[in-house]
Nanobody, 124 residues
Framework: VQLQASGGGLVQAGGSLRLSCAAS????????MGWYRQAQGKQRELVAT???????NYADSVRGRFTVSRDNAKNSVYLQMNSLKPEDTAVYYC???????????????????WGQGTLVTVSS
């Protein structure tokens, strides 16, 4: 299973970006998908998550500006980021938890999967 994130870039404060992340592989199920971020010199923090049933959770710092969504059929998660601020600058990581998948006929279950990061830079 691989998580491939895309959509990062440079944007001015007040602008918008949309991040996408697609999971590939013979996936049977994924409980949660979401986004974390890590700014330079800081610890990785939760941004937003969404369950397979559509329940979402946001960090206080992004609530009302960011929207997380998910397409279960495509094993994909998205993050629409509006009203971006310089403090949103970070590497954003896609995350999946509770992943069940097959390799051949053998079933595997992994609690955490991380994608590669995508850099979001917000200029003032």
């Amino acid at each position: 299973v691989q998580l491939q994130a895309s959509g990062g870039g440079l944007v001015q404060a007040g602008g918008s970006l949309r991040l996408s992340c697609a999971a590939s592989g013979s996936i049977d199920s994924m409980k949660g998908m979401g986004w974390y971020r890590q700014a330079q010199g800081k610890q990785r923090e939760l941004v937003a998550t969404v369950t397979s049933g559509g329940s979402s959770n946001y960090a206080d710092s992004v609530r009302g500006r960011f929207t997380v969504s998910r397409d279960n059929a495509k094993n994909s998660v998205y993050l629409q980021m509006n009203s971006l601020k310089p403090e949103d600058t970070a590497v954003y990581y896609c995350h999946a938890d509770g992943v069940g998948y097959y390799i051949g006929s053998r079933f595997y279950y992994v609690s955490d999967y991380w994608g590669q990061g995508t850099l979001v830079t917000v200029s003032s």
